[in-house]
C-alpha cells in the first residue's frame, strides 16, 4: 500500500514545486531573490526519483529480494534526506522577513519608476489588479515616479472600480501596498509547500519502518526450518 501512495505522493510534489515556481514566475519582474525556487527544485526531483524508484520498490516487495529491497531503502533515505534539505531552505528564507522586505521594496520601487515607459508596465498593472494594492507601500508612493510627474493621475489598475475612476481621488484606490502583499502571498506559497512536504516526510519514515519490517520477514522466511525428532 505504501509503494502505491509513494506513487501518488511524487505526482503529488511535483505539483507542489511546480506550483511555486509558476507563483514566483507571476511575479517575476518584483523578485529578484531566486533562493526560494531552490527548494522547488530539490522538490521536482525528488518527486520524479519517487515515481521511477516506486516501481523498483514495487517489484522487489513482491519478490520480496533482499538487495532490491536494499537499495529502495536507501533511496527512501535519499528522498527523506532531499525532503528535509528543502524544508530547511523555506526556513531560513521564511527566517529572512525582513531583509525579503527590503528586497523587494527595493526591487518594486526600480520597476514602478519605469511605469509607462518599459515592458514591466503590464507587469505593474496585472500585480496591482490581481493583488488588488496601489504602490509600493501605499498609493501615495506613485506621486515620486515619473508618470505622476507626467500624468498628475495615479494608473487605473489601483482604482477599486475601473469604470468609474478619475486616477485623483484616493478613496478610490486600493488602500494596501503592494510590497506586503507580494509577501504575505510568497510567504503563503511557501507555507503550503512546508507543510505538503512535512506530511510527505512522514509517511517517507513510515515507508522506511515498512521496508525494514518486510525485509526481517524475508530473512525469517530464508531460514532452515528447525526439525524436531
Not at 143 to 159: D, G
Given at each position: 500500500m505504501f509503494l502505491f501512495a509513494s506513487q501518488g505522493a511524487g505526482a503529488a510534489l511535483a505539483y507542489v514545486g511546480a506550483y511555486i515556481i509558476m507563483s514566483y514566475k507571476t511575479f517575476d519582474s518584483f523578485v529578484e531573490d531566486k533562493q526560494s525556487l531552490i527548494p522547488a527544485g530539490i522538490i521536482i526531483i525528488t518527486s520524479v526519483v519517487m515515481v521511477v524508484i516506486g516501481l523498483v520498490g514495487c517489484c522487489s516487495t513482491l519478490r520480496e529480494s533482499k538487495f532490491g529491497l536494499g537499495c529502495f531503502f536507501l533511496v527512501i533515505v535519499i528522498v527523506f534526506a532531499a525532503e528535509v534539505t528543502a524544508l530547511a531552505f523555506i526556513f531560513i528564507y521564511q527566517s529572512k522577513s525582513a531583509q525579503i522586505n527590503q528586497e523587494l521594496q527595493r526591487s518594486m520601487n526600480e520597476t514602478f519608476t519605469k511605469y509607462g515607459d518599459s515592458l514591466d508596465t503590464k507587469a505593474v498593472d496585472d500585480l496591482q489588479s490581481q493583488?488588488?494594492?496601489?504602490?509600493?507601500?501605499?498609493?501615495?508612493?506613485?506621486?515620486?515616479?515619473?508618470?505622476?510627474?507626467?500624468?498628475?493621475?495615479?494608473?487605473?489598475?489601483?482604482?477599486?472600480?475601473?469604470?468609474?475612476?478619475?486616477?485623483?481621488?484616493?478613496?478610490?484606490?486600493?488602500?494596501?501596498?503592494?510590497?506586503?502583499?507580494?509577501?504575505?502571498?510568497?510567504?503563503?506559497?511557501?507555507?503550503?509547500?512546508?507543510?505538503?512536504?512535512?506530511?510527505f516526510a512522514i509517511i517517507k519514515f513510515f515507508g522506511m519502518l515498512s521496508v525494514c519490517v518486510i525485509t526481517c520477514r524475508s530473512s525469517r522466511r530464508s531460514g532452515y526450518e528447525p526439525l524436531y525428532a
Open positions: 493583488l488588488k494594492c496601489c504602490g509600493v507601500v501605499n498609493y501615495t508612493s506613485w506621486h515620486n515616479t515619473p508618470w505622476y510627474q507626467k500624468n498628475k493621475t495615479i494608473p487605473q489598475s489601483c482604482c477599486i472600480n475601473k469604470t468609474q475612476c478619475d486616477g485623483t481621488t484616493t478613496s478610490q484606490f486600493y488602500q494596501e501596498g503592494c510590497v506586503v502583499k507580494v509577501e504575505k502571498f510568497l510567504h503563503d506559497v511557501l507555507n503550503y509547500a512546508m507543510l505538503v512536504i512535512l506530511g
